[in-house]
């Protein structure tokens, strides 16, 4: 059975090839600075939220627009209330917001909400009134100068904004401050590396936007697959678009607190990546083998990992009945898989420890559970193994997640 061993030494090998270089992102924050921008020129912006029974929250990311320092005759809020059987129409109405009431139990998920939003926008407006469209759920809240931090960036010439994620429930449990300390990270060690070395970015879920000739050529919105973040920026970078990234555009929102949730949510995002995989792979290889490090990037996001993982995992467990069958000391096996393990919760850790580190003004918690959740932010992100492998072969489909943590800006900036 040693040659187990060597087999998990390979797969850790390829492991180490294939991401290292996310390790060496974490300098590149520390070493290059962002170039600065004027103020540039104000541009109209239509808001787009999607909101599924979202009444508990709505009014504090429609307030939360409304205080923003750019000027509010630039701005346009409009949402859809998907399939609701709450309030939240009327919600959004009494705080100034188009709305617009949309049932449909076939075409169900956010991708088929904002393909109807941007056809009733469209029609009202055309496709020149707008500058540029920004992308919101309905439990974010934005800090006061957002919208104005990514019309400065917006104004250095990029057709597609991403920005910075964070968490407006992070010490609620070890589950919610999973999410959060992953979004800080994806934030300052995954997109502003990227785009510092002019690379593409990635757009996670909300707390982005698109150019009116984005909007042009896509005439709607035609991602509908479980991930259609990943779907919408893999496209694009296929596209040769680069998507940027605004450090200083903050938005906060809710994250799931029990594990149940997560475990629901993240199989959808792991069914959702390969679903991107599948419609998608081809033409990442292609643009890797055409020099592209954007599309190595994106590769790198929805391929290896969740093979190599599967392969240590069946490997192993195929080489540890055969021994049990055969009688043969199946130990090493154990040893070894225990080994993989632990150099998974030492590289999640280190990376959860620095980002705690380096974030620690920006996470809204106690010390006590800022230093907690760093050591249980490892066992998080590992639980994606099991939750990978089931949604591997589950039917799995698009669910609303329920959001409840009513909290304005100051509340959220009020947790020390």
Known sequence: ??????????????????????????????????????????????????????????????????????????????????????????????????????????????????????????????????????VFDADNVLDSKYIDEMNRTFSSGYEILTS??????????????????????????????????????????????????VAQELDGWWYYLLTEDIEFSIDHILKGYQIGFCKDAIFFDEQPTKFDQSVRQRMRWAKGYFQVLCHYGVDLIKGVSKGSFACFDMTMNI?????LTLALIVINTTAAITGFVMDIDISPIFSGLFESLGNMYATMLMIGTITTITEWKNIYATPFKKVLYAFTFPVFMMSYIPVTIVALFKKVEWKPIVHSRSKSLADIKSVN
Not at 12 to 25: D, P
Not at 46 to 55: F, G, H, M, Q, T
Not at 184 to 204: D, H, I, Q, T
Not at 303 to 307: H, I, V
């Open 1 to 134: 059975m040693h040659y187990i061993s060597a087999i998990n030494s390979f797969i850790g090998i390829a492991f180490t090839i294939c991401y290292f270089y996310q390790i060496l992102y974490i300098f590149v924050p520390f070493l290059k600075k962002d170039r600065s921008r004027g103020a540039g020129r104000r541009h109209r912006f239509a808001i787009l939220v999607s909101a599924r029974n979202e009444a508990s929250v709505i009014a504090n990311l429609l307030n939360s627009i409304k205080e923003q320092t750019y000027p509010e005759e630039l701005l346009e809020v409009f949402v859809v209330a998907d399939n609701c059987t709450d309030n939240t129409a009327d919600i959004a109405a009494s705080c100034g917001a188009h709305v617009f009431k949309r049932f449909d139990n076939v075409k169900i998920g956010k991708g088929y909400a904002l393909n109807y939003l941007l056809g009733e926008i469209f029609s009202k407006y055309g496709k020149n009134y707008f500058d540029g469209y920004m």
């Open 164 to 213: 910075y994620r964070n968490s407006k429930n992070y010490g609620d449990s070890w589950v919610s401050a999973g999410y959060g300390l992953w979004f800080l990270r994806e934030s300052k060690y995954l997109n502003y590396p990227r785009m510092l070395l002019g690379s593409s970015c990635a757009v996670s879920g909300t707390g982005f936007m698109f150019s009116k000739k």
């Open 303 to 307: 391929m290896p990992a969740m093979f």
